[in-house]
């Protein structure tokens, strides 16, 4: 939310989105949670499991967000294997959590499995919908007198941001450097 850009806020808004159509699904569904060796009696639904729907959806829109969105060509050896690292660690942590919910006795494999279908699934769809749908009107919103008071801005036609920050950031910071120092010098 920091960052106030258009994708970010986009891939926030999926997120919640996601986590709604999980507690309507658990409470159209139904399915109680296994009660094995626990002390205390779950008094929220199991089906589908919200933490594989929730990490699935974030892994499954990060990689998209990963190869699709920041894709560009040209693409240096060390930039390509970062992005298959990043990937991979978020990928493994979406399985993990899966393998967790299972292992601790929260869920049974088949809430953990529906989970995760369901975050791929809506997180390919969400995914969709914004590259399509929404992008092409992130300038227009951007330009909106509320988005400008909001300080809400577009990056989409940057393609690689880490390192427009950066740059923008360290002429600005010796901009104010040399100033400050020939304040000193009055």
Same mark, same amino acid.
């Given at each position: +939310?920091?960052? %106030?850009?258009?994708? @970010? *806020?986009?891939?926030?808004?999926?997120? $919640?989105?996601?986590?709604?159509?999980?507690?309507?699904?658990?409470? $159209? $569904?139904?399915?109680?949670?296994?009660?094995?060796?626990?002390?205390?009696?779950?008094?929220?639904?199991?089906?589908? !499991?919200?933490? !594989?729907?929730?990490?699935?959806?974030?892994?499954?829109?990060?990689?998209?967000?990963?190869?699709?969105? /920041?894709?560009?060509?040209?693409?240096?050896?060390?930039?390509?294997?970062?992005?298959?690292? !990043?990937?991979?660690?978020?990928?493994?942590?979406?399985?993990?959590?899966?393998?967790? %919910?299972?292992?601790?006795?929260?869920? &049974?494999?088949?809430?953990?499995?529906?989970? !995760?279908?369901?975050? #791929?699934? /809506?997180?390919?769809?969400?995914?969709?919908?914004?590259?399509?749908?929404?992008?092409? *009107?992130?300038?227009?919103?951007?330009?909106?007198?509320?988005?400008?008071?909001? +300080? #809400?801005?577009?990056? @989409? /036609? $940057?393609? =690689?941001? +880490?390192?427009?920050?950066? &740059? =923008? @950031? %360290?002429?600005?910071?010796?901009?104010?450097?040399?100033?400050?120092?020939?304040?000193?010098?009055?």
């Amino acid at each position: +939310m920091f960052r %106030r850009d258009l994708h @970010t *806020l986009s891939f926030f808004v999926g997120q $919640i989105c996601c986590e709604l159509v999980n507690y309507v699904l658990k409470h $159209i $569904i139904k399915e109680y949670r296994p009660l094995h060796n626990h002390e205390t009696t779950f008094t929220a639904y199991g089906m589908p !499991s919200s933490h !594989s729907q929730f990490m699935w959806f974030f892994a499954t829109y990060s990689l998209l967000f990963v190869f699709v969105r /920041l894709r560009r060509p040209g693409n240096s050896f060390s930039d390509t294997a970062w992005r298959v690292a !990043s990937v991979t660690g978020i990928l493994v942590s979406a399985f993990l959590v899966s393998y967790g %919910r299972v292992y601790l006795q929260y869920h &049974t494999s088949r809430q953990v499995f529906w989970g !995760s279908v369901l975050g #791929i699934v /809506l997180a390919g769809s969400w995914f969709a919908v914004v590259t399509l749908v929404a992008t092409p *009107l992130f300038p227009a919103i951007a330009s909106w007198p509320v988005s400008e008071y909001l +300080m #809400i801005r577009d990056l @989409t /036609l $940057i393609p =690689n941001v +880490m390192w427009f920050e950066y &740059t =923008n @950031t %360290r002429v600005e910071a010796r901009a104010r450097q040399r100033k400050l120092v020939s304040m000193k010098s009055l």
